[in-house]
Each structure stands twice: as structure tokens, then as C-alpha cells.
């Protein structure tokens, strides 16, 4: 595969934070982001009222944190996780207003940072693992967020997935989905968007990382919300 290096997707997103900074628009080509959003950071306030450690990977500018953190009053601690270190620094700068507890930028690529293991109460993981590669890839991260997480801890997933079937990719990824990037701006943007995936991206089925989630020991795994490709759901130690 001919994807890119963690250092050419860092060098994207370097310059990119004030997009991904947005409460009101979110990620413009991810599919309900705005709505998943506000859907996760509420089944979460709303399962952990004493919330005390929250690890964010591929936090971005931290607009999960930031909406999170409205919605509580525990001031919990919070560890941030990401390739670029403007988006870190710019997460740093919001989540720390919003909390007493401690702020923690690590900055690189979860899979090789020194995360304590056994000391969070929820982990986010939003539109990040679809840079995994292969399936060793896939299952040694999967394995990494569970030994991170309490007892009764969960980790929190919104991201872009494939189908299963090739007839149904083609049918819900390239003409639905591009249908929805013509109409956001036009077929020139749909063509980029597509390009960038590719380049970048390795998404993986939802029912496969469903599966995945099982397999590495979580349980009370659920569905939240599928819109085309894009899909979020959450999973319980």
C-alpha cells in the first residue's frame, strides 16, 4: 500500500487547527459530525457524573474536551493525544479553561506513547483509527485502549468505515457519500476528498471492529449511530 507517513498526515493537520476547531461545523466532510458529537459527550456526562480521567487519541484541537467538559462539573483530569502539535497546543489552551484538573499533552501517535495503563475512566477516539493499517495493526491498538481503560471504563468511537460487501462500498461511499461532497461544494472537492482517504486513510467495516472490540476482551459493545460511512459506537471494560 502506498499510504501516507505519520509525518505527511501530521504536516496536513499542522496546518489545518482552525477548521478543526469549529463547535458549530465540526469536520464539514465527516457526515453528522456536529450530531455524534453531542451524542457521545451526552451518553458520557450522562454514564459518568464523578468522571475523573478522560484520555482523548487524535484529539485535534479538542473540540470533544471541549464540549465535554460543558456538560460535567468534575473537573476530571484529561490527557491529550495527537500527531500535531499545534492541534495540541490549541486543545491544551480550550480543555484547560474548562477544567481544575490536569491537562496532559503527549504528543505522537498512541499506539508508542507512555500511557498509564488501567487509569481512565472513558477514552475518545474520533476520527482516528481509520489510519490503522493492518489487521495485527488494528488488533495491537484495540488491545492497547483496553489495558488503558478502569474497570467499567469505555472507549467512545466516531469514525469513517467501509461495507463489507464491494457492491455496497461502491454504492454507499462512492456515489452516496460523493453525492454529498458534490453538493457541499463540487465534483473537483468530492475528487480531493477521495484522493486524500486514499492516500491516508485504512477504514475498516463496522462490523469487523465490532468484532475486534469483542475479541480483545470488551463487553456491552453498542451501535450509537451509522450514516452511510460514517458510523459511532462505544464499547465497556
Known amino acids: 500500500m502506498n499510504k501516507a507517513t505519520l509525518q505527511e498526515i501530521e504536516t496536513r493537520f499542522d496546518k489545518d487547527v482552525e477548521r478543526f476547531a469549529n463547535l458549530e461545523t465540526g ?12 451524542l457521545i459527550t451526552d451518553a458520557i456526562s450522562s454514564l459518568y457524573p464523578d468522571l475523573e480521567r478522560v ?9 470533544y474536551d471541549v ?5 460535567v462539573s468534575s ?5 491529550l493525544v ?13 480543555v484547560g479553561a474548562l477544567t481544575s484538573g490536569r491537562v496532559h499533552q503527549v504528543k505522537g501517535d498512541f499506539r508508542q506513547a507512555d500511557l498509564s ?15 490503522l493499517r493492518d489487521d495485527q495493526d488494528w488488533e495491537t491498538a484495540f488491545r492497547k485502549l483496553f489495558r488503558l481503560l478502569k474497570s467499567g471504563g469505555s472507549v467512545w468511537i466516531f469514525d469513517l468505515i467501509e461495507q463489507n460487501s464491494a457492491p455496497l462500498q461502491e454504492l ?3 456515489e452516496k457519500y460523493g453525492a454529498y461532497l458534490t453538493n457541499l461544494q463540487n465534483e473537483a472537492y468530492r475528487d480531493h476528498v477521495f484522493a486524500y482517504i486514499e492516500h491516508e486513510d485504512t477504514p475498516r ?14 463487553k456491552d459493545i453498542d451501535v450509537l449511530h451509522k450514516n452511510l460511512c460514517f458510523a459511532s459506537f462505544v464499547a465497556f471494560k
Not at 495527537?82 to 480550550?94: Q, T, V, Y
Not at 467495516?205 to 470488551?218: D, H, I, R, S, W
Open 82 to 94: 495527537d500527531l500535531s502539535l499545534p492541534m495540541l497546543e490549541r486543545a491544551k489552551e480550550r
Open 205 to 218: 467495516p463496522l462490523v469487523y471492529q465490532l468484532e475486534l472490540l469483542a475479541k480483545v476482551g470488551f
Open 55 to 63: 484520555l482523548d487519541i487524535g484529539c485535534g484541537a479538542g473540540n
Open 172 to 174: 454507499i461511499y462512492r
Open 117 to 131: 495503563e488501567g487509569k481512565y475512566d472513558v477514552i475518545i477516539a474520533t476520527a482516528v483509527l481509520h489510519h
Open 75 to 79: 473537573n476530571p483530569d484529561v490527557t
Open 67 to 71: 464540549k465535554l467538559l460543558q456538560k
Open 27 to 38: 469536520q464539514a466532510t465527516t457526515l453528522d459530525a456536529v450530531w455524534n458529537m453531542e
